[in-house]
């Protein structure tokens, strides 16, 4: 599943980005999984961000980075695959 990550919040820990899923379908975090090859917790949740008539934006999802030290490896603008390991 493709995301575009549109918003890193670094300033705290744990780290944690928005992220706009680029393709529709379902999807699932776990343990295992990583997004563009950066491990992630197993936490998932959807922002009150909003589309520019005002409707809620269901396509933002926010990941939570299973350490800082991947930060590095992220940036706003890039797409990434959102993976099971």
Known sequence: MKFRIEYIFDQKRPVSLFARQLEAGQFAVS????????????????????????RPDMTIFTFVLATAHDLPRLQVGQEVELKEV
Request: proline letters at 17%; aromatic letters at 4%.
């Open 31 to 54: 343990e295992g999984s990583n997004l563009g090859g950066v491990p992630i917790k197993p936490y998932l949740s959807q922002p009150r961000a909003l589309t520019p008539d005002g």
